[in-house]
């Protein structure tokens, strides 16, 4: 298949949308929601692999969380 111009549009879209999911991780490194946009984005592009790993570490990094959440003495 042959890009046309607004492929290579969305495709800068994610690139952008990953760069920036990128720096919020730098910035947090346990930063849910950039793991869990930083997924999405790889799925539309089609980077499974890449979709599948920030998928699961958003969904440690949650069950992390609520664990924390549930264990806080009071």
């Known amino acids: 298949?042959?890009?046309t111009t607004s492929n290579w549009f969305c495709l800068a879209k994610y690139q952008s949308a990953v760069d920036w999911c990128n720096k919020a991780?730098?910035?947090?490194?346990?930063s849910i929601d950039?793991?869990?946009?930083?997924s999405q984005c790889y799925m539309l592009w089609r980077k499974?692999?890449?979709?599948?790993?920030d998928f699961k570490k958003a969904e440690?990094?949650?069950?992390?969380?609520?664990w924390s959440r549930q264990h806080v003495p009071k």
Do not use: G, N, S
């Open 1 to 3: 298949m042959i890009p």
């Open 25 to 30: 991780l730098e910035l947090d490194p346990k």
């Open 34 to 38: 950039a793991y869990a946009q930083r």
């Open 48 to 53: 499974e692999d890449l979709a599948q790993e």
């Open 60 to 66: 440690l990094l949650k069950r992390e969380k609520l």
